[in-house]
């Protein structure tokens, strides 16, 4: 989803007046990252410099824990996230060809974004769902005991 400059400004308004209330106080990086992806899905290099400029921090520190921690994304996510479980039970059941099948049918690889946003694919070690292996999510809905020939449907319905 691409922003309108309206919309920009707005998000990084907010984002400014988050700041302010946090960076006097003891870590203030964490939370505002974390504000920054729920405002824009991502950190772009220029979200991270406007957080290291706003804190008065070096950028290199900004992206250290971005680059650091598997919570942040420095590249646009779609609206549905498909992970795949590659988890031991999962895998052993078939999960390399659910997520070959999920792949294929949305012509991209995993840890890419549809040219429309719409999904993004992410492969996933265990979900807690072993009994239901192989599982795929999207976003927070669980699908469990996969073939490759289920996909299609499920992807159907997003």
Do not use: H, W
Not at 65 to 78: D, E, H, R
Not at 109 to 115: F, H, L, M, P
């Amino acid at each position: 989803m691409t922003l309108t400059e309206e919309e920009k400004k707005q998000k990084y308004a907010e984002l400014a007046a988050f700041i302010d209330e946090y960076k006097d106080k003891k870590g203030p990086l964490m939370p505002v990252m974390q504000k920054a992806q729920d405002l824009f899905s991502y950190l772009s290099l220029e979200t991270q410099i406007f957080i290291a400029d706003r804190l008065g921090i070096p950028v290199t520190d900004v992206y250290g824990v971005a680059t650091f921690y598997s919570q942040f994304s420095l590249q646009p996510k779609g609206e549905y996230i498909v992970s795949v479980c590659q988890g031991t039970a999962c895998y052993v059941k078939g999960a390399k060809d659910v997520l070959d099948e999920v792949k294929k049918n949305l012509g991209i690889e995993v840890g890419e974004t549809t040219a429309d946003g719409k999904f993004t694919i992410q492969d996933t070690r265990c979900l807690g769902c072993c009994g239901l292996a192989p599982v795929m999510t999207i976003n927070d809905k669980v699908y469990g005991r996969l073939v490759p020939a289920d996909i299609k449907g499920i992807l159907a319905n997003y």
